[in-house]
């Protein structure tokens, strides 16, 4: 794991430094008094078998039996101390990743895909917080415990201690191995299964679209080869760990046979002065421990391996920098709705080959309806959200009330410029809930009249609960063109200088979108209105229409004009009126 | 074998929502299935593991002969003597060793190779069946809970055999020949460590249940948490543009801390049980070290197996096996939830296999024919362009009858559930070669009209005919095959554009499916992606738009020549301006072919020669488009655009 990667977690621990180092030290002590354990009970044993006075034996005992409750103490002392360091460290590394994303442009969004950051928020912090779980635990734990049950049988087993200088290499050289040679081959693995699982999903998803073509045996002989091929890379991966544990049993296996060999010979010959029966159980204990250290060491580090991605992920998130700040000393009024681009051209990434948009020039008096066609991808989209600054341009500058948008306050700027977005969701929650996201403060009779000049009011009446009906994620238990007119009443309660609709009446019939068009007119004659349609009807009336074509605006004027002299004006409008007129 | 997360999947599987629920028939069949896939190797591998387990059991006996050596010539120093007999006991256990070293790597190995084998055949297995249900079981169940038998319910049993079973059969095995053992040497000391070992079973009890109590509470907050950043992962661009990211993150953190204080408890709990456990053992160590010395020191006389006294020589491996003993029995605690989870993932998957698979009871097929001289059709192997149902009767003659296109519903009634009824005598009459719209609002059963022609589902009264035979004497896959469809959701699969849209006809050769993208107008835009028609597509293919993915939907639907062809809202995502350009294409695509139409947009049923207006399951207008305009109905409002069609 690279060094940035963990200075940038790490800058998540904060308040939970303390219970983290604070559990190192519990461990320590655990560990400190498990190890004295079978030291004291050698001797026990050895009194025992002198047929020392019961008085003693029990003294001795009781002292065992205290160092077990101090390390048991310490333990759970542990166990508190260390839940509360790992899960307190992945719930800010969670707060810190979605307070960074509430930081991000457009430009940034767009690089994490949604799902993407779902993920990097839930599963991979909760890798990260295992992880980190394991290090504070184990990390400190298994060094300890190897060097301690090293040193104590060195002290107490002299001679017999040589056991270990043979076992302990090998098993270690032996973990390292294995575990060198395993992780590649379960990286690939893991792989390769998230690709499975993919295609499963994929194969769920469109099973219309495998049974409408009887590819069902298709499918199974698909599925087949891909899991075959991963049994066969997964059994690989497996069987090279499976070495572990009759390694382990070996080195236990020689350790156990060299001190039954040595410990004969040295009690025998020395008859009992340098070491006794009871050590020869404390050495077979001591090299369990060595032992099981090293099998923990080699476990997180295999542990730390499979949460290195996830760390990565992580970090990816925290260490994007917002590429859209406020400036410092920032305008914070917007004074009318009057919009100019100047030379403008805008690529969605630097290393883009081709402008989204090339040498926009336009000025949109304030309180104007400006209309835009264009087929998809011609750069509709992408010439609006200029506006309210989602984006910043590559060349040229955009200006809004006379003054460059990067010269504002961004929350200033949005506010202003209300925008319906094309791809528009309703958040769970009420209906008032979801309209107060305009304005938080606006009373019930401003929800109502923005809901009127939407369309929307009739309809929400309707509902058993109006206004407080709750709206289910994603906005699933109100129609399309419910949603947009709601979309469309929530961005008025902004109050907005410029309201910018998005295709944002494509599921609304004609009739209403019309009277939509006429309450706007009507009602907000000083807000300039920009309205990306797929209708003529929807933009025919405008002051001004652009047509758009490969992120230029190709031909701009009124709708007679256009019909006059713009062949693709003519195609769309002809193919839509052609014997009577097109419906959403 | 340390755990590994498979999938990077973190979360404890089997835990969500309240989830687990220990079945252990499942369990049962599960292990049964295990011995059927590997009738040799199943057993070879207990009995690897139990000999194993049976000489990790015994060194015990052996220090206990060392030591009583040791006892014997300690006093007098002489080494000499007492080698032989150390080195004899040694040898003979380092002997076994290596018999034990060479089982435990057999069984180790083999263990690999079942387990993956075991969850390579139970994933083919369950992928095939789920392949076979029908459509019904996949729009009644959500699509996450489906991929969880993959993701989550799988991997339960991957510790299940790789790690519980032989856990299980060798821990089981060594406490069992421990506790023998433990007989044969003393009565008395044995009793001790029961006492103990109740002792530690109670906390197990404690502990673990406090554990999982939270851990189920976790999960829920969990999944909460999860849905909240979803909602407004996905919502983030509104987010912004409301100025509206101090009130997300409220929202968020409010389920972030509660999230994080069941994680606290739930791990808090789960931590304490290691420290717990073994200084519990740790104790009872002492606790048999001074009851051993009791003994040995008041003299009391020993109850065992073998008869022998107590003695120092007794004690010191009695004192290892305690140790041992409690050890195991501490593993087999350990895998308590392993064995819980995977009982509830086994019952989950044995539910989906339990589903009954599609069942076809058709018997007429389409085969490829030749038209001979005299009119009379004959089969033959090879593609001849030319189709007919090969009809066998019950008095055992055969009859052909030529692929035509010709489907009629006749007074069709179905209901999804029982007495929600959704289409209500409906009659359908399309000839070869005929363009049939539907239109209506959602809901009034346009799509479920479709659903039933191909028999993804089956109608509770009426008759489907085509070409003359009823439908359900129709082979499914023949059926279908002689349908094609193109849904407004377009589903795109892994792999070149070219393999997509060969997906129609699985024989077509290269030229024929770039035919097919010409004829729908895809072609231009295929030619300019990167690699062309072998551009790889992704996740459904992301890289491109909406409209691009369904141009590649209806090539792939071109490709496979149906005579009938379903169009579901095909070309609702194509904006007017390409769709004029598709139109084009789609007009070809329909040329000389029976044509059902589903479309949002009136303009694209207009030319349709039959168009029905569907309300609520009935048929309430029925006619060409002049017709219905001249009628001044539900159409003609729907079409001038005075009703709203969602």
Redesign the interface.
């Known amino acids: 794991m690279k060094a940035a990667v963990i200075k940038t977690l790490a800058g998540s621990l904060r308040e939970f430094k303390k219970p983290a180092l604070l559990t190192l030290l519990l461990i320590v002590g655990e560990v400190f008094f498990e190890v004295l354990i079978p030291f004291f009970t050698a001797d026990m044993v050895n009194m025992i078998k002198a047929d020392a006075p019961l008085a003693e034996v029990s003294a001795l005992g009781g002292r065992l039996a205290l160092m077990a409750v101090a390390s048991l103490l310490c333990g759970a002392a542990a166990a508190r101390t260390c839940a509360d360091a790992s899960t307190g460290f992945a719930r800010n590394l969670r707060d810190d990743m979605f307070t960074r994303v509430q930081s991000f442009s457009f430009a940034n969004i767009d690089r994490f895909s949604s799902a993407s950051l779902v993920t990097r928020m839930t599963t991979d912090v909760t890798n990260v917080q295992m992880a980190f779980m394991m290090v504070i635990r184990i990390a400190v734990r298994a060094p300890l415990m190897f060097v301690f049950a090293i040193t104590m049988a060195f002290i107490m087993g002299g001679k017999l201690a040589l056991s270990f200088v043979v076992v302990v290499p090998i098993l270690a050289a032996g973990l390292i191995l294995i575990a060198r040679h395993a992780m590649p081959a379960f990286r690939s693995v893991f792989r390769k299964y998230d690709k499975l699982n993919q295609s499963i999903e994929e194969n769920v998803r469109g099973m219309r679209v495998v049974k409408g073509f009887s590819r069902e045996e298709h499918e199974k002989t698909k599925f087949a080869s891909a899991a075959d091929s991963i049994c066969v890379d997964f059994t690989k991966a497996e069987r090279i760990v499976a070495v572990n544990s009759p390694l382990m049993q070996l080195c236990m296996y020689f350790n156990m046979l060299f001190i039954l060999t040595v410990g004969a010979r040295i009690i025998v010959s020395t008859r009992g002065t340098v070491i006794d029966v009871g050590q020869i159980s404390a050495m077979l204990n001591y090299g369990m421990q060595v032992l099981m250290s090293l099998m923990m060491l080699s476990m997180i580090y295999v542990m730390i391996t499979i949460s290195a991605e996830s760390a990565k992920r992580i970090s990816e998130v925290l260490a994007e920098t917002p590429s859209l700040t406020s400036p410092d000393a920032a305008v914070t009024r917007v004074s009318d709705g009057s919009i100019d681009f100047e030379g403008v051209s805008f690529k969605y990434s630097e290393s883009a080959e081709n402008n989204a948009l090339s040498d926009i020039d336009l000025h949109i008096p304030s309180g104007a309806t400006v209309g835009i066609l264009g087929g998809t991808g011609s750069g509709k989209t992408t010439l609006v959200q200029l506006i309210p600054r989602l984006y910043d341009v590559t060349e040229g500058s955009v200006k809004v009330g006379g003054t460059d948008v990067r010269c504002y306050d961004t929350d200033v700027l949005r506010n202003a410029v209300s925008m319906v977005l094309q791809k528009n969701l309703l958040f769970s929650g009420t209906i008032s809930e979801n309209l107060r996201w305009g304005s938080e403060s606006a009373t019930d009779e401003e929800l109502q009249e923005a809901c009127r000049l939407a369309q929307a009011d009739d309809f929400v009446r309707a509902f058993p609960d109006g206004y407080e009906t709750h709206i289910e994620q994603g906005g699933t238990n109100v129609s399309g063109g419910q949603k947009q007119r709601l979309c469309i009443a929530r961005a008025l309660l902004k109050k907005p200088k410029i309201l910018i609709l998005d295709d944002s009446t494509s599921a609304v019939d004609t009739r209403t979108d019309a009277l939509i068009r006429a309450g706007f007119k009507t009602y907000i004659p000083e807000t300039t209105k920009i309205i990306i349609a797929q209708r003529v009807a929807s933009v025919m009336d405008a002051d001004m229409i652009l047509i758009m074509d490969n992120g230029r605006i190709v031909d701009r004027g009124r709708h007679e004009e256009l019909l006059e002299r713009c062949g693709i004006y003519r195609e769309i409008y002809e193919q839509q009126t052609n014997g009577g007129e097109d419906h959403a | 074998?340390?755990k590994?997360?498979?999938?990077?999947?973190?979360?404890p599987a089997g835990m969500k929502g309240g989830r687990p629920k220990a079945d252990f028939s499942a369990l049962g069949r599960a292990i049964k299935k295990l011995f059927r896939y590997y009738p040799r190797l199943a057993p070879l591998t207990v009995v690897c593991i139990l000999f194993s387990a049976g000489v990790?059991a015994t060194?015990s006996l052996?220090?206990q002969n060392?030591?009583a050596?040791?006892?014997r010539?300690?006093?007098?120093?002489?080494?000499a003597s007492?080698?032989p007999e150390?080195?004899r006991?040694?040898s003979l256990?380092?002997v076994l060793?290596v018999l034990?070293?060479l089982s435990?790597?057999a069984y180790?190995?083999l263990?690999?190779?079942m387990?993956?084998?075991f969850?390579?055949k139970l994933?083919?297995e369950t992928?095939?069946h789920?392949?076979?249900l029908p459509?019904r079981y996949?729009d009644t169940h959500q699509?996450g809970e489906?991929?969880s038998y993959?993701?989550n319910d799988i991997d339960t049993l991957r510790m299940l055999v790789?790690q519980s079973l032989p856990t299980f059969i060798q821990s089981g095995a060594i406490v069992l020949v421990v506790f023998s053992i433990m007989l044969y040497f003393s009565f008395w000391m044995t009793l001790v460590l029961i006492a103990g070992v109740v002792a530690m079973f109670y906390v197990t009890k404690v502990v673990g249940g406090g554990s999982a109590r939270y851990f189920i509470k976790q999960q829920k907050s969990?999944a909460e948490?999860?849905?909240v950043?979803?909602?407004?992962?996905?919502?983030?661009?509104?987010?912004?543009?409301?100025?509206?990211?101090?009130q997300?993150?409220e929202a968020?953190?409010k389920r972030?801390?509660e999230?994080?204080e069941n994680?606290?408890?739930?791990?808090?709990y789960?931590?304490?049980l290691?420290?717990?456990m073994?200084?519990?053992g740790?104790?009872l160590?002492?606790?048999m070290?001074?009851a051993?010395?009791?003994f040995?020191?008041?003299g009391v006389r020993n109850v065992s197996l073998s008869g022998m006294p107590f003695s120092?020589s007794v004690?010191?491996p009695f004192?290892?096996m305690a140790?041992q003993f409690t050890g195991n029995v501490n593993t087999l605690a350990q895998q308590i939830n392993n064995i819980v989870m995977a009982s509830a993932g086994a019952g989950r998957i044995f539910s989906l296999m339990d589903e009954p698979p599609e069942t076809d009871d058709g018997y007429v097929t389409l085969v490829n024919v030749k038209e001979l001289p005299d009119g009379s059709l004959e089969e033959t192997d090879g593609r001849t362009g030319k189709w007919a149902w090969r009809h066998p009767h019950g008095d055992g003659t055969l009859t052909y009858t030529p692929l035509r296109g010709d489907v009629r519903l006749v007074e069709v009634d179905f209901a999804y559930e029982e007495g929600k009824d959704v289409l209500h005598d409906v009659s359908v009459y399309a000839e070869p070669g005929q363009k049939v719209a539907f239109v209506g609002a959602?809901g009034a059963g346009k799509t479920t009209i479709t659903n039933l022609i191909?028999r993804?589902y089956d109608i509770a009264d009426g008759k489907i005919r085509y070409d003359g035979i009823n439908v359900n004497k129709i082979r499914?896959?023949?059926l279908?095959?002689s349908?094609g469809?193109v849904?407004q959701e377009t589903?795109?699969?892994?792999g070149t554009v070219l393999d997509n849209i060969r997906?129609?006809r699985?024989d077509a050769s290269d030229e024929e499916c770039r035919e097919a993208a010409r004829l729908a107008g895809a072609d231009d835009f295929i030619t300019r992606l990167p690699e062309g028609y072998g551009t790889m597509l992704t996740?459904?293919g992301t890289n491109l738009?909406q409209?691009q993915r369904q141009l590649i939907a209806i090539a792939r639907a071109a490709v496979?020549d149906p005579p009938v062809m379903i169009l579901d809202e095909a070309t609702s995502s194509?904006?007017?301006?390409?769709e004029?350009i598709v139109q084009r294409g789609m007009d070809k695509l329909m040329e000389g072919r029976t044509v059902f139409v589903i479309a949002?947009?009136?303009?694209t049923v207009?030319n349709a020669d039959v168009i029905m207006v569907l309300d609520h399951g009935r048929i309430i207008e029925r006619g060409s488009h002049e017709k219905l305009?001249a009628e001044k109905g539900t159409y003609y409002q729907?079409?001038?655009?005075?009703?709203?069609?969602?």
């Not at chain 2, 950043?229 to 101090?246: A, D, P, R, W, Y």
């Not at chain 2, 194509?574 to 390409?578: G, N, Y």
């Not at chain 2, 729907?638 to 969602?646: K, N, R, S, V």
């Open positions: 074998m340390p590994m997360p498979v999938g990077h999947r973190g979360a990790s060194p052996f220090i060392i030591v050596v040791i006892e010539w300690y006093k007098t120093g002489d080494w007492a080698r150390v080195l006991y040694v256990l380092a060793y034990a070293l435990s790597t180790t190995q263990m690999a190779v387990t993956q084998g969850l390579n994933r083919q992928f095939d789920m392949q076979d459509l996949f699509h489906i991929m993959y993701t790789s969990l948490t999860e849905g950043i979803q909602e407004l992962m996905n919502g983030q661009k509104v987010v912004k543009v409301f100025c509206h990211e101090q997300s993150i968020f953190r972030n801390d999230l994080r994680s606290r408890k739930a791990n808090a789960a931590n304490l290691g420290p717990v073994n200084n519990l740790n104790i160590y002492v606790a070290g001074l051993g010395g009791i040995l020191l008041t120092i004690l010191v004192l290892g140790k959602t191909n993804f499914k896959s023949d279908r095959r349908l469809i849904l589903n795109l699969f892994t997906y129609g699985l996740n459904n738009s409209g496979a194509i904006d007017t301006r390409t004029a949002h947009r009136l303009s207009k305009i729907l079409y001038t655009g005075a009703f709203e069609l969602e």
